[in-house]
């Protein structure tokens, strides 16, 4: 059974940087792909960055691209997200999500998801 942990949420001025974390227990393969997803206040969850588990291959959504990366350590089990130049429409809570397999679509389709951590980014 994959747990999937997030943390590193909290406040952030506009145009600051913050790291989130995702702890991965039960990833037993390397044929995983690591997403992150945020959903603002009235929004729908959208795709923000993803991560494949073995080779690191990775793809954004047009919104970050430039200023969030997306990384993993394997021996760690960890998956970041960096932040950076955040803007204030970006408070939202950021949830980490896995699936098998090595599709880096921004679709939804992810089996487990963590309960998510909330970033605030003040006007």
């Known amino acids: 059974q994959v747990q999937l942990v997030e943390s590193g949420g909290g406040l952030v001025q506009t145009g600051g940087s913050l790291r989130l974390f995702c702890v991965a227990s039960g990833v037993t393969s390397s044929t995983y792909v690591m997403g992150w997803f945020r959903q603002a206040p009235g929004k729908e969850r959208e795709f923000v960055a993803a991560v494949t588990w073995n080779l690191g291959n990775t793809n954004y959504a047009d919104s970050v691209k430039g200023r969030f990366i997306i990384s993993r350590d394997n021996a760690k089990k960890t998956v970041y997200l960096q932040m950076n130049s955040l803007e204030a429409e970006e408070l939202a809570v950021y949830f980490c999500?896995?699936?098998?397999?090595?599709?880096?679509?921004?679709?939804?389709?992810?089996?487990?998801w963590g309960p998510g951590t909330q970033v605030t980014v003040p006007s």
């Open positions: 999500a896995a699936r098998t397999g090595c599709g880096l679509g921004p679709d939804m389709n992810y089996k487990y």
